[in-house]
């Protein structure tokens, strides 16, 4: 399975890149090429960037409706491209061309219904874990049904204490607390969803992030599993 990191940002990252130094645009991933998954408003510059070809977008999921998550111009140039949008709630399982998606209800309180997914392509699974802050009882649950080759986490609110944020996104400590918990159930961890405001560079995260065997997602990023 390959997944590609269209974006790694939160919200409050400018949407056009600068020429030098850090910058994400808003959180999309793209699995095998054919399934998408959150088409907020920088998908199409992403496309573009990263050489996709749209035609080969099968399918579209989404995980809420926060602007930078589900953008309605991403969506109509995406259908009419021939891209199939499909809408889940949580509980619900789908079968996708060769994919079983699960849905699971995510903490992310000022979005509701928001939901986490399982993607499983009959030899890896993922978990894809954005937004949200700690995972709920249920999707835990879920993750311990089947070994997960790849989740993905929310770190929108980096190493900042005392922000409010944390009851609907993750801080490091949090991101921390949980890869220690599941590392029985999940082979590699990596964080997205950073923010801008949050967040210090790419480099001194990873470093950080390194050192607790979590990988950090960068846009571009192509993950093999």
């Known amino acids: 399975m390959k997944i590609l990191f269209l974006g790694t940002g939160a919200a409050d990252w400018p949407m056009e890149k600068p020429r030098f130094g850090d910058h994400r645009w808003c959180a999309s991933a793209l699995i095998n090429d054919d399934l998408l998954i959150d088409p907020g408003p920088c998908v199409p510059d992403a496309i573009y960037r990263y050489n996709v070809d749209i035609r080969k977008i099968k399918y579209v999921i989404f995980t809420h409706r926060h602007s930078d998550h589900f953008d309605e111009k991403t969506v109509e140039i995406l259908t009419s491209a021939g891209t199939k949008l499909i ?5 619900e399982e789908k079968q996708i061309g060769r994919y079983t998606v699960t849905a699971t209800e995510a903490n992310h ?16 699974r993922i978990f894809y874990g954005l937004d949200g802050a700690w995972l709920l009882f249920s999707e835990v649950e879920e993750i311990k049904k089947k070994p997960v080759d790849l989740a993905v986490l ?5 190493n900042k204490k005392g922000d409010y944020r944390i009851f609907e996104h993750n801080n490091i400590r949090m991101v921390i607390e949980q890869k220690d918990s599941l590392e029985k159930y ?9 923010a801008e405001s949050l967040h210090d560079s790419h480099d001194i995260l990873a470093r950080q992030m390194k050192k607790e065997n979590i990988e950090t997602a960068y846009d571009g990023m192509v993950i093999e599993i």
């Open 87 to 91: 809408e889940f709630s949580a509980g």
């Open 109 to 124: 309180p000022t979005c509701v219904p928001t939901v986490h997914f399982l993607i499983d392509d009959g030899e890896k």
């Open 154 to 158: 929310d770190a929108t609110v980096g």
């Open 186 to 194: 999940v082979r590699k961890f990596v964080i997205s969803h950073m």
